[in-house]
């Protein structure tokens, strides 16, 4: 083939042409100069970045015949041979293909053999970290101490992967990634070369695009003059890499920041009918809001191209709300992945991030349902909630909260009395309460009904003390002595999830996925789904654990500890839902009587004696209207055949 890629083309020939390593070409050419030449390298580092260039400049700067300042001439019979692959020592092997212990062993043979041609054997493994751990243990005794005519040159992107005892052999050189002014230039000195035309804002999008390494940047050059060889435009660039128009990208983020909602889902439904990668979207539309905001803070700047736009658009957004813009779109990142529907994921994240109000809004909502909820039936007048026959309702019962020091009763435990005498059954129910049934209670007399229900003893609570002890919902509540209750937090949820995004908006990203579980001995348990325990183990460190507590201390004016746990898993529960579900502390089953009994016997399947313990006087059975016939002596005088087994 006659044509040769821009990369092999223009790979760099000398120290000097290598671009954005300085560190490592001055090292080397100082090293070559003194004769420092150890007898194993190890060059590390991301793609592109110049590792195997580096490696052949090394083998043919210690070839060279009239080396100059470090750097090989070029000129001479090694450096020709070199520089055109047709020397004999210099020996490039890839450790991805010849990763075995049989490859190793025959290195070993041949290294002890004199060069051919040059004056060192050099041996460039490529991908080095490929080898096997067998064939590294085989090469180790060699690479320590090779014959004197041997440098191994070792290349590899994961050093990580590379055994420690090689790595302590070996001299290390981190090749970083390339800059973007060093990329730029590089390309347009090479354009220039080529006589090729590109614009500068073409050459910034490449640059980017590359990530630091020149080998991709040199290829995507190479690929956008066969697509536009007349010149080489931004939008030539992103038609040919996939990426996203300049203005479109400016008018979705003056729409996020904007809050026009109708241009969001028109410009993601051109995505997608264009074949877009909603990604590669998503990652410039962060690259645009990054130039935004350090544009803001540093106004001396050099404006760039995505400025521009953005400005034509109109007034720019307070860094704030860029800064809060580029944290829920990180978390999008994220979400589309591994989504099913990436579209749907998108769509709702965006949608979510142009309207903040949103969270604030929906927590309205729910507030006014539960207090519709709570509401008394019928309707309402100046004088309170009447029924439909006219005659006034008992107000709800209002639970009080318990507190750590003294636990309250509920009022129709207060209003019992002490001891109550025993209770006969009424015999009429009054016309006036056709709505307040009165009914025995077989459950331990009128004041002990089970799980919280209405008794006969309750008497009407006052409306008036109704409205004072109902919690405003504008504000936190703090209960008297120092005890807040689960359905405190849980109506303040919102306004401390609020609190939270002001001070701190990753703790905000990983609270906001937990729902609040139970309250028990100061101790606030909160609840993560399966798929969200990565934010469970992020709510547990103590820097976002810590901020959540000092909220709830401003808030709620006592020291609440938080705790986390997966669904389903959360033993703990609050006082006051035990309470509410809670029997009386002196409730007793009501007793069977037994069917036959001597006096002072056992009663049948081991029951206490009736004299042995009385029945509550409180207890109050079905009305004794007609106990029946006695049969007690009926049978009396009577045999009874027993029969053997």
Avoid at 9 to 22: H, I, N, T
Avoid at 148 to 172: G, N, W, Y
Avoid at 192 to 202: M, V
Avoid at 484 to 497: D, F, G, H, S
Wanted: net charge negative.
């Amino acid at each position: 083939m006659s044509y040769t890629a821009l990369y092999r083309k223009f790979r760099p020939g000398d120290f000097r042409e290598l671009v954005g390593q300085a560190h490592i070409s001055k090292t080397l050419q100082h090293a070559l100069e003194t004769g420092r030449i150890v007898h194993a390298y190890l060059f590390c580092g991301p793609r592109g970045t110049g590792k195997t260039s580096t490696a052949k400049i090394l083998a043919q700067a210690v070839n060279c015949l009239h080396l100059q300042n470090g750097e090989p001439c070029g000129e001479c019979e090694a450096c020709k041979r070199i520089k055109e692959g047709q020397s004999l020592d210099i020996m490039e092997i890839d450790a991805a293909s010849n990763r075995g212990i049989d490859e190793i062993r025959d290195l070993r043979e041949r290294v002890r053999y004199a060069p051919a041609q040059e004056k060192f054997k050099v041996y460039i493994i490529d991908e080095v970290h490929m080898l096997t751990n067998e064939a590294f243990n085989a090469l180790l005794k060699t690479l320590e101490e090779p014959p004197a005519h041997v440098i191994f040159i070792l290349a590899t992107t994961e050093a990580h992967k590379i055994p420690l005892t090689v790595l302590s052999r070996c001299q290390r050189f981190d090749f970083r990634r390339i800059s973007l002014v060093d990329i730029s230039l590089r390309l347009k000195e090479v354009a220039e070369k080529e006589h090729i035309a590109i614009t500068q804002e073409a050459v910034e999008a490449i640059a980017k695009k590359a990530e630091g390494g020149l080998r991709d940047a040199m290829s995507l050059l190479d690929q956008c003059v066969s697509f536009a060889p007349d010149e080489v435009t931004a939008e030539t660039v992103a038609m040919v890499l996939g990426a996203m128009d300049g203005d479109f990208i400016a008018g979705m983020a003056a729409a996020l920041y904007q809050q026009n909602l109708s241009f969001i889902l028109e410009g993601i439904e051109q995505l997608v009918s264009q074949g877009k990668d909603l990604r590669q979207f998503l990652q410039d539309l962060l690259e645009h809001f990054r130039s935004l905001a350090l544009f803001q803070l540093m106004p001396d700047s050099q404006k760039n191209a995505a400025v521009d736009r953005a400005l034509q658009q109109g007034a720019l957004p307070d860094n704030g709300v860029i800064l809060s813009l580029m944290q829920m779109l990180g978390e999008v990142d994220y979400r589309l992945r591994n989504a099913v529907q990436p579209r749907i994921v998108l769509e709702l994240s965006l949608l979510k991030a142009a309207m903040p109000q949103a969270e604030a809004v929906s927590a309205a909502s729910a507030a006014v349902s539960a207090a519709k909820a709570a509401a008394p039936v019928g309707p309402v007048g100046p004088a309170g909630p009447v029924d439909a026959v006219g005659a006034e309702k008992p107000a709800p019962l209002v639970k009080q909260p318990a507190t750590p020091a003294k636990e309250e009763l509920p009022p129709w435990e207060t209003a019992a009395p002490a001891k109550p005498g025993p209770k006969t059954a009424p015999k009429k129910e009054p016309a006036a309460k056709a709505n307040w049934v009165e009914e025995d209670v077989p459950w331990g007399g009128a004041d002990e009904a089970p799980f919280g229900a209405a008794k006969q003893a309750v008497k009407p609570v006052a409306k008036a003390a109704v409205k004072a002890e109902k919690p405003a919902q504008s504000k936190p509540s703090v209960v008297p002595g120092g005890a807040v209750t689960l359905e405190t937090v849980k109506a303040q949820w919102q306004n401390i999830l609020t609190e939270v995004r002001k001070q701190q908006v990753t703790t905000y990203a990983f609270l906001r996925e937990g729902t609040v579980a139970a309250l028990a001995d100061g101790v606030l348990w909160l609840s993560f789904s399966d798929k969200y325990k990565i934010h469970m183990e992020a709510m547990l460190q103590p820097k976002h654990k810590e901020k959540v507590e000092a909220i709830l201390a401003q808030l709620f004016g006592t020291g609440l500890t938080v705790q986390c746990g997966l669904e389903g898993s959360i033993a703990a529960v609050s006082h006051q839902e035990q309470a509410d579900t809670a029997l009386p502390d002196d409730w007793l089953p009501p007793e069977e009587p037994p069917l036959t009994a001597d006096e002072g016997g056992e009663a049948p399947w081991g029951a206490p004696k009736h004299k042995e313990k009385a029945i509550d006087p409180g207890f109050t059975s079905e009305p004794e209207e007609d106990d029946g016939p006695d049969w007690s002596q009926a049978f009396d005088g009577l045999e009874v055949e027993e029969f053997d087994d």
